[in-house]
Antibody, heavy 121, light 106 residues
Framework: EVQLVESGGGLVQPGRSLRLSCAAS????????MHWVRQAPGKGLEWVSG????????VYGDSVKGRFTISRDRAKNSVYLEMSGLRVEDTALYYC??????????????WGQGTLVTVSS | EVVLTQSPATLSLSPGERATLSCRAS??????LVWYQRKPGQAPRLLIY???NRATGIPARFSGSGSGTDFTLTISSLEPEDFAIYYC?????????FGGGTEVQI
């Protein structure tokens, strides 16, 4: 069974940094692209970032480009989202999401339960 | 970015009825349109990829159609477990984007 367990969320002041982690299990981690998708309170789903199976392709949404960095560690079967310069509008539930295949363009077939990030002074 | 507009926002139907959900893209995305189902308290579930391909384990009552900018998800006969929010998502252009969702309610 695929499991994606996010951690690292919390309350942070505007301008500060936070690092989210996602521990993956139940599938061959190296064969799949991974993503972060967020949902702000009362809003819809917003794709944040994706990383291909071998980290050769990394993509970001426009609203986080230059502030967020995605990475993955094959030894730990984990994917990370380093968030800096946080803004109030980054407040959201952040989901770790598994792609159906190696490329970042493929659909998503498994989602974690999410970790809440609240940016507030 | 490609903006996806879903309509209607809410669809009120009864079990056994046919549901037709629309997703319109602001520019052509070929057939790279995906549908997800989301129930309260649960993660989204992949239903349909690339306009019309059902994901593993998805019942045949779910079907997708369209191309270019106009896409449709059809549920031929609603089962009680189908009442949920449905999101479309495009994977034809960066950044990946989602529609705002259609809630299918009883």
């Amino acid at each position: 069974e695929v499991q994606l367990v996010e951690s690292g969320g919390g309350l942070v002041q505007p301008g500060r940094s936070l690092r989210l982690s996602c521990a993956a299990s139940g599938f061959t981690f190296d064969d799949h692209a991974m993503h972060w998708v967020r949902q702000a309170p009362g809003k819809g789903l917003e794709w944040v970032s994706g990383i291909s199976w071998n980290s050769g392709s990394i993509v970001y949404g426009d609203s986080v480009k230059g502030r967020f960095t995605i990475s993955r560690d094959r030894a730990k079967n984990s994917v990370y989202l380093e968030m800096s310069g946080l803004r109030v509008e980054d407040t959201a539930l952040y989901y770790c999401v598994k792609g159906t295949s190696y490329s970042c363009t493929h659909p998503f077939d498994s989602w974690g339960q999410g970790t809440l990030v609240t940016v507030s002074s | 970015e490609v903006v996806l507009t879903q309509s209607p926002a809410t669809l009120s139907l009864s079990p056994g009825e046919r549901a037709t959900l629309s997703c319109r893209a602001s520019q052509s995305i070929s057939n790279y349109l995906v549908w997800y189902q989301r129930k309260p308290g649960q993660a989204p579930r992949l239903l349909i990829y690339d306009t019309s391909n059902r994901a593993t384990g998805i019942p045949a009552r779910f079907s997708g159609s369209g191309s270019g900018t106009d896409f449709t998800l059809t549920i031929s006969s609603l089962e009680p477990e189908d009442f949920a929010i449905y999101y479309c998502q495009q994977r034809g252009n960066w950044p990946l984007t989602f529609g705002g969702g259609t809630e299918v309610q009883i």
